[in-house]
């Protein structure tokens, strides 16, 4: 796509082209906000504006316009999120957040076909979300090919591309005037240094220093040469000076067109691995399970879980502040209708039932939702895309998180909406963070993670949960799915000596996306705002992987349940051998096939995600000096005793598993019920319903279920192909199970 560039001066922005370019992007222009003429810095919390006075001769250097605009605005706005949640969100008027917009604007104007814009986060949520805010409301896509990289290893790759910058300002410990000037690649020791004693930020994303390119071989066509410089002092210091070098005379020194095209021919820009090793690992273990000849029967693709429209009413669950509700659909008599329209009316009733148990706003409430679960008779590319331009008509900034699956003929929604207002239900959880909602919402293209492909946030927290959305195999970068497993090398010598293995690679996506899919989840999970996972290499405590990692998982968060939603049947053991791979601790967790996901996916993940921190009890419940304690769940599993039922073949067995994570004595828990029924052979129907109901009375008895049981918030039940929800025997005890054991 053709792109602006947000330029700064500094190395990062610079940089971030190298990588547009090498994604097969076009640079068309770039452009700036600066200060008032004759200030050389101003206290901006977005912008860079040291070093202004050589943003022109870096435009120069590109070959390519500039547009500049003033900053006029002030830093209004200084929360981790830009806007409301309210649909339609717009700026705050005066914020200098809204001078972006302007410059776009303008940016727009000249270059109508600009459908992309080029800036060099690699760690501040401030400045990307407010970025990602202005280009939604155009649309424009973001490139940040530099979000949330290891900042160690970013630095070491910007010197291996001859990327000439210096140091423009100073302002952290252990730097001093004496360092203005210096280039990086000598700075490159000392920032190291400082990085191992105090923990600053070898790119500078503390704020340590800023800079600015002098030259960029591969894009830059000319080298900036400054003839005259003048180092001014902010603030005097032995410690931690402030200083800046202003730029009075400097010239482009134009680079020959052999130059110029041996640069771009031999400037390598490197790219970080697509998969960390233990994912790279999983991939491997799941093409392993692909090319072993072992085997199981099972059933051809499956088709639609539920082969016509539920009349099952909507249900509803208040407990505390949260608000779960299930089985929201249009009227039947619109099921006619299109798909938006079906999905317009469900979030209309679904606002109506809210209002019944909150005294705030309806459409506040549903704004703010924790967790959206949209079920869609079809996911085909045209009607993912009309349903999602009218479900972002419900939404403004930081959406719910949401997963998307294929299911029954017409739409469905369902709902775990937060409603702070409510009295709690527990009267400690004040303590855990004022339970303030927190939102991971990434828009742009890049090589951590997906950007959201609908209005949706990757993950909501509301401590101590996490909610996660569905993460499907998409590679980061482009947002499209692997046409093979095959990714470059290295790979293990065994692998490269199997022939049947290297063919599985080649002929199936599955163990790359199977990879891909838990390595998404595990970033998001560690990026996740109330994340444990904390640290100062990169982004959220190096959430792309390139520090030691032991697990996939537990590294931001314990995962109390996950969800895994397949297309094929035949996919499921191998699946299941890359999760295992993973070695992530256990947890509830249960498998369903659908007839298809999002953007044609075979796989998609979904899970719930806790803190571990949680609230001592205390005798008195006025206490509010209650300590803070970090847990870790405790995972167990059962069965309960089979029942033999009559059958018209003589006796069958109806069997019940369970699996439960918990946090004893708390009630902060998930779980995953399994019942196996021969349902097509039993002849009298009401025999499943006394099963049910006397292994409803067991599951009381599970002392690891019954204080779970007794404050369930959400239930979903998933059903076998062939299963008529409304007329079922089965279905309706498997509703008393999960609903009249609380």
Known sequence: MKYVALLSGGKDSCFNLLHCLRNGHQLVAAATLSPEPGKDE?????????????????????????????????????????????????????DETEDLYLLLETVLEHHPDVQGVAVGAILSNYQRVRVEHVCRRFPLTPLAYLWQRNQVALLSEMLATHIDAILIKVAGAGLTLSHL?????????????????YGTHPCGEGGEYESFTRDCPGIFKGRIVLQETEKVTSIEGDVAPVAYLRIKKAEVMYKNEEDVSAEAKHTNVPVPPLLEPCFQHVRIQVARSLGSPRSCTLPARIGPAVSRSLSLPPSVRALGPWIAVGNVHAPFENASHSIPEQLTQCFYNLKDILAKHTTSSSSEVLAKSAMITLFLPTLDSSTFSAANAAYSTFFGTSPPARACITAGESVTIECVAWAPERPPANSKAHLLESQTRRSLHVQSLSYWAPANIGPYSQAISISPWTFVSGQIGLLPASLTLPASSNIPPPCPIDVERDSEIRSCLDASSLALETALVLQHTSRLIRAAPISCKKGDEGGFGGSDGASEETNADGQGGHVQLALYYLVDAHDLKHVQAGVTAANDPLTPTLYVVVSSLPRGARLEKVVVVHSGRCALSSPDPTDDDAE???RIPEFLQGDVPSFVLTTCSGDGQLELYWEVSHFLPLSEACAVLFIRCPVDEVC????????????????????????????????????????????STLFRGLVRVNFDIR
Not at 62 to 80: A, C, K, N, T
Not at 181 to 197: E, F, I, V, W
């Open 42 to 94: 101003i206290d901006s919390y977005l912008y860079q504006t040291v070093g202004q006075d050589g943003i022109a001769l870096i435009a120069d250097a590109l070959r390519v316009p500039l547009y500049r605009r003033v900053i006029r605005g002030h830093p209004l706005e200084q929360g981790s999120e830009y806007g409301t949640t309210s649909p339609g969100s717009a700026g705050t008027p005066g």
């Open 181 to 197: 000037g210096l280039p990086l690649s000598a700075m490159h020791p000392t920032l190291l240094r400082l990085h191992a004693m």
């Open 628 to 630: 803070i304690v970090e």
């Open 684 to 727: 009298s129907s009401t025999v499943i319903v006394d099963a049910m109901e006397g292994a409803a009375e067991r599951l009381k008895s599970v002392p690891a279920l019954s204080p779970f049981l007794a404050r369930t918030l959400v239930s979903k039940i998933f059903v076998r192909p062939g299963i008529e929800p409304d007329e």
